[in-house]
């Protein structure tokens, strides 16, 4: 007999029932991302026919150009939030300051986001995602900022808007991944249980910055770029300029995704709170690893809202082995 599909509602109601409070609060948020999702598909792909492409001529907080697909995605998400009254203030790649939402006793959440990461992607018809991570609020005042590790996150997760538009999600227990049936209008799950192999095929990683990489990074790269069938080299490289439908490659085919420090960016270029922290809980939970080569991801507490930092995320062994590359050469230099 063919089982029915089992909805993202479904899902994360069950979900929560077994393994947190049955408040609903989780729950509630969850099908809100979907429902943002949701929009951000539909004007993603009319986007050419209603005059959503280029730029606003505007820098966002953290000094990229700004789409405007990304000012309309934000405020999609500002709204959508907003009507829960579940979420106390948003952080975003596009605010400078966080955006208070909700007040009161109910307003127990923080969401961090990068509402369309890849928005280089929208005039070339490439793909683009959604990150968030969601932080339950300590009693502090409603217009303070969480600053907390990445491990404290009790929801993480992504949109891809490629092919087909999925969200993979982890409430920290195991990672599922659902897609979009734009007929029903339903997220279907469609990778149940999502574990990232201990060792992959690919790499991705931003050859243009090589020479600008430390000695171990370009050691690193020379060693899977090296053919040797023993050990699965030469490593494919894979690269789009999305981080979302990147590190999903990764996540699911096994590898290494990485973006190490630069001469132009020291402390590397990616945010930490809401790019490199709900990216890291998704891939540890689904038994990979995410570091900067001298630390986990997940136990670094931010100094402020758009804190940047390196990032190796993938499978375990190929992360490690990453790493043994960073300190070797730290420690040949110090």
Partial sequence: MQHSP????????????????????????????????????????????VGQLGLVGEKNATGDSQKKLDVFANNTAVEAFAETGLVAGMVSEELEQVQQIATGAQAKYWLYTDPLDGSSNTDTNGSMGTIFGIYRSPLVSEQTPLLRKGAEQVVAGYVLYGTSTMLVYTSGHGVNGFTLDRELGEFLLSHKDIRCPQRGRYYSANLG????????????????????????????????????????????????????PDAAHRD?????????????????????????????????????????????????????????????????TG
């Fill in 6 to 49: 089992v909805t993202l509602g479904r899902h994360v109601i069950e979900e929560e029932h077994r393994h947190h409070p049955t408040t609903g609060d989780l729950s509630r948020l969850l099908l809100q991302v979907a429902f943002v999702a949701k929009i951000l598909a539909r004007e993603i792909g009319r986007a050419a026919l």
């Fill in 209 to 260: 910055h090589y020479y600008d990489w430390s000695p171990g990074v370009r050691k690193f790269i020379d060693h899977v770029e090296e053919s040797d069938p023993t050990t699965g080299r030469p490593l494919g490289l894979r690269y789009s300029g999305a981080l979302v439908a990147d590190v999903h490659r990764i996540l699911v085919d096994g590898g290494i995704y990485l973006y190490p």
């Fill in 268 to 332: 590397g270029k990616l945010r930490l709170t809401y790019e490199c922290a709900p990216l890291g809980f998704v891939v540890e939970q689904a038994g990979g690893r995410a570091n900067t080569g001298r630390a986990r991801i997940l136990d670094i507490e931010p100094k402020s809202i758009h804190e940047r930092a390196p990032l190796a995320i993938g499978s375990v062994n190929d992360v490690l082995l990453y790493e043994k590359f960073f300190s070797e050469a730290l420690g040949a």
